[in-house]
């Protein structure tokens, strides 16, 4: 629910993240089932991940981890809001567990080299601006020589239940997305 006053996101369920994981599931079922794919369809799949692109753009928009960690308050310093913080962690792992979700759908369509490659086109300012930005802030947050605090954001890193869910299944998501890719 939204007031003028602040954000309140449901702690037991989020029925944004069932939503989007359902968007995602009836386009692909539809992509699949085409025989032919024209700009309309790729319009559609383009504004279906364009609100996972901006919320990235918003999320890290940081240059070096120690402006990653403030943004997301990991270490609880509580400069802001702890709605605010929350949002903002929702969004950013809500954004991830989708681009998870799409991925591993965009591997399914292997076959089908037309799909796959507008598909990418459609996924390589996300990929090339973002992820690896995502990754090698997450990977630096749990090394002790570059992460300055490191220590703290251990003692203090706390997650709700919605939160932890969230991280769960970006988790999987990924995971499952990683066994499908074959080794070459």
């Keep these: 629910?939204?007031?003028?006053?602040?954000i309140t996101i449901d702690e037991l369920s989020n029925p944004a993240l069932k939503l989007i994981d359902s968007m995602q599931i009836l386009f692909f079922y539809k992509l699949n089932h085409l025989t032919t794919l024209d700009n309309n369809q790729?319009?559609?799949?383009?504004?279906?991940?364009?609100?996972?692109?901006?919320?990235?753009?918003i999320s890290l928009q940081a240059d070096t981890l120690t402006i990653f960690i403030e943004y997301l308050d990991l270490c609880s310093n509580r400069r802001e809001p702890m709605n605010i913080i929350r949002y903002r962690r929702r969004a950013l792992m809500l954004a991830l567990h989708c681009l998870c979700l799409l991925l591993r759908c965009t591997k399914q369509q292997q076959l089908d080299a037309n799909i796959r490659s507008?598909?990418?086109?459609?996924?390589?300012?996300?990929l090339f601006d973002y992820i690896l930005k995502v990754t090698q802030f997450c990977n630096q947050l749990y090394d002790r020589q570059i992460n300055p605090f490191y220590d703290i954001l251990k003692i203090n890193l706390t997650y709700s239940d919605t939160e932890r869910q969230?991280?769960?299944?970006?988790y999987e998501s990924n995971n499952v997305t990683k066994a499908t890719i074959p080794s070459t």
Excluded at 44 to 57: A, G, R
Excluded at 118 to 125: D, E, L
């Design 1 to 6: 629910t939204k007031t003028l006053l602040s």
């Design 42 to 57: 790729l319009e559609d799949f383009y504004e279906l991940i364009k609100p996972i692109y901006e919320i990235l753009n």
């Design 118 to 126: 507008k598909i990418s086109i459609c996924f390589r300012p996300i």
């Design 166 to 170: 969230l991280y769960l299944g970006t």
